[in-house]
């Protein structure tokens, strides 16, 4: 099955910049989607397709893509923003696929 | 606006049976997937199911395949996921998830979330 890797945890000063990295076979030819999941609340999607932004998230969430990884990047990183952040890709032998996840926590 | 609001969630014995439901409003249910997302506790998302908008496809994970059931009823706007031989490793928050759509086409993200319904899995 279909796996997608992340780092367990990046650690950011307050107002400094946040780097998610997620890696998987052959990614880029996938749209890769993001989610961001506070603690006891439900996933909210922050990017979709490698770089889309929903209506209503700050400009200051952004995603890329560059070969076989992913990056969701957060800058000017805020107190609200610590929280789990998910990529996810769709398949057409696993369907949806969610990464391990990253917790991202302030230093 | 877009509601999903998931129930049926419980406590349950291992080999037991239970029913979720998600109740949607705000949008139009039958031009919609709405996928079935489940996080075990302190555990990252793991898709588990969905049903097509005509009813007539079902896809599963592997991990559920031959023990859950999703089915949707349109004219009540509800998804829901029937869950048969429950283990210990289903005990989860399940969410219910709207498939984005563009164009009429299918996106393979999810725009809109419930909050969950809880099931435990205990003896």
């Known amino acids: 099955s279909y796996v997608l890797t992340q780092p367990p945890s990046v650690s950011v000063a307050p107002g400094q910049t946040a780097r998610i990295p997620c890696g998987g076979d052959?990614?880029?030819?996938?749209?890769v989607h993001w989610y961001q999941q506070k603690a006891g609340q439900a996933p909210v999607l922050v990017i979709y397709d490698d770089s889309g932004r929903p209506s209503g998230i700050p400009e200051r969430f952004s995603g890329a893509k560059s070969g076989n990884t992913a990056t969701l990047t957060i800058r000017s990183v805020e107190a609200g923003d610590e929280a789990d952040y998910y990529c996810q890709v769709h398949t057409t032998d696993s369907f949806h696929v969610f990464g391990t996840g990253t917790k991202v926590a302030f230093l | 606006q877009v509601q999903l609001v998931e129930s049926g969630g419980g406590v349950v014995q291992p080999g037991g049976s239970l029913r979720l439901s998600c109740a949607a409003s705000?949008?139009?249910?039958?031009?919609?997937?709405v996928h079935w997302v489940r996080q075990a506790p302190g555990k990252g998302l793991e898709w588990v199911a969905v049903m097509s908008r005509d009813g007539r496809a079902q896809y599963y994970a592997d991990s559920v395949k031959g023990r859950f059931t999703v089915s949707r009823d349109n004219p009540k706007n509800t998804l829901y996921l029937d869950m048969n031989s429950l283990g210990p490793e289903d005990t989860a928050m399940y969410f219910c998830?709207?498939?984005?759509?563009?164009?009429?086409?299918?996106?393979?993200?999810?725009?809109?979330w419930g909050q969950g319904t809880s099931v435990t899995v205990s003896s």
């Open positions: 052959n990614l880029g030819s996938k749209g």
């Open positions: 998830a709207r498939e984005a759509y563009y164009d009429s086409l299918p996106t393979f993200y999810f725009d809109f």
């Open positions: 705000g949008f139009t249910f039958s031009s919609y997937v």
